[in-house]
């Protein structure tokens, strides 16, 4: 049955592939080998579906070599995009804090101004007493003179009245009557003088009153000028604290914690802390203060935010061109079959690339961890702490205190790596946590 097949197929084929023979020539003899057309047949399918398979592996590889060039090159704009988003942010935060060291400079002028001119008011207001109890004293001194006049013109009509009495007119001996003359001439003088005092004192009590009220209106004006650098100031501060808070509770920290852990370990200059207290004590006086005070604290608590700023995580531990290798979370174990939890975040660059601190902090880990390879970790404040793994060289030593921005390594692809990159942690106790949320909370700062 089989060879009557076979048979058959060799008929078929004959049409298309005649008999072939093969020889094969030695020096003794001479065999040769029949090649049927059955044998020909398989022969061309086998060779042709090999060709065919090539082909197709061929365009299967140059299709992924173009989607993959498609690819480098799409994460390679998304990358110049942010990059050049990083620095519109950080070239805004720079303006922010200068705008807000001008308006501390601003601040610092008015208060000057206010001080002055308090000083000036209140030498105003210590002119103005002095003068009303000048004017006090001379009008008592001129009361008095008046009283004296008139007992002095009673006593000599009395005098005149005795004399008329006694002799039948006025004139006595020409001593007494001199004496009397000179009396009168005196007291006449004495009132003149008086007169002329009480018109100077009440001339100069005027001109004090009018300056007061120049001053009082200087002082009006001073205070509508101090309440609306008072309101610009708690502007800028208000513009210049929202995203520090926004900042903050993003990564799930509370501002006033922050607040509460810089002033633990506040060791920054200038003394404790000092209210501004005014010397008069009048309701406008005492709102300048409430708004000074206002903005006092309102400075305070930005310089305090900005301290915890640098204490926290943010931003990305590199300088240069990078991609994302590998998320956080569960992922395919790349070393193997199987699913791993990825507790960081992987980040790929050039061998050596530079790695900077993310937060300033003390270096408990600098050395060879298995699994890590070259691994440094630091020891942040608010019980966060950030690991920085496979690196090819490390710069920092244990103990040491580093900044947000210092060199602490170089990239490379020690312990369980498959190229060169970061494995980058960020740790809330021992428990790892989403770096990207301290890398995307960033962009309200940076």
Excluded: C
Excluded at 359 to 370: E, L, Y
């Amino acid at each position: 049955m089989t060879g009557r097949i076979i048979h058959r197929l060799n008929h078929a084929f004959s049409r298309y592939l005649p008999e072939q023979r093969l020889f094969l020539r030695s020096d003794t003899e001479t065999r040769f080998i029949r090649l049927t057309p059955a044998t020909q047949a398989i022969a061309l399918g086998t060779g042709g579906a090999v060709v065919a398979w090539t082909i197709v592996a061929s365009a299967i590889l140059m299709m992924d070599s173009l989607g993959a060039g498609n690819a480098r090159e799409q994460t390679r704009r998304e990358q110049i995009a942010y990059e050049a988003r990083l620095n519109a942010l950080s070239a805004d935060s720079e303006k922010r804090t200068e705008e807000a060291r001008s308006a501390q400079a601003r601040f610092n002028v008015a208060l000057e101004q206010v001080s002055r001119m308090q000083s000036e008011l209140l030498a105003s207001e210590n002119r103005r007493a002095e003068l009303e109890t000048g004017i006090d004293v001379i009008q008592k001194t001129l009361q008095n003179a008046i009283e004296e006049r008139d007992a002095a013109r009673a006593q000599l009509a009395k005098a005149r009245a005795t004399l008329v009495a006694r002799n039948g007119t006025t004139h006595t001996r020409a001593g007494q009557a001199k004496d009397m003359e000179e009396t009168v001439a005196m007291l006449s003088s004495a009132l003149s003088d008086t007169a002329a005092a009480r018109d100077s004192a009440d001339s100069d009590a005027q001109a004090a009153r009018k300056e007061a009220d120049k001053l009082a209106l200087d002082k009006r004006l001073m205070q509508e000028r101090n309440k609306m650098i008072f309101s610009k100031l708690e502007n800028v501060i208000a513009t210049t604290t929202k995203p520090l808070d926004k900042l903050f509770k993003k990564v799930g920290i509370s501002p006033e914690t922050v607040l509460g852990e810089v002033k633990r370990g506040y060791t920054g200059v200038g003394g404790p802390e000092t209210k501004i207290s005014m010397a008069a004590s009048d309701p406008a006086t005492e709102e300048e203060e409430a708004n000074a005070n206002k903005v006092l604290a309102g400075f305070d608590r930005l310089a305090m935010l900005r301290q915890g700023v640098n204490q926290i995580p943010l931003g990305l531990p590199l300088h240069a061109a990078f991609r994302y290798s590998s998320r956080f979370g569960w992922r395919k174990n790349p070393m193997g079959s199987g699913r791993e939890f990825h507790p960081g975040q992987d980040i790929a660059a050039k061998w050596g690339t530079p790695l900077y601190a993310t937060a300033s902090g003390v270096v408990v880990i600098a050395g060879w961890v298995r699994g890590y390879g070259n691994l440094v970790q630091i020891k942040n404040s608010f019980g966060l702490s950030t690991r920085f793994g496979h690196m090819s060289r490390i710069r920092v030593k244990v103990g040491e205190r580093v900044s947000r921005g210092q060199r602490i390594g170089d990239m490379g692809s020690t312990g369980r790596s498959t190229g060169p990159h970061v494995h980058y942690e960020v740790r809330q106790g021992d428990k790892p946590v989403n770096p990207m949320t301290y890398i995307k909370a960033a962009a309200n700062v940076f």
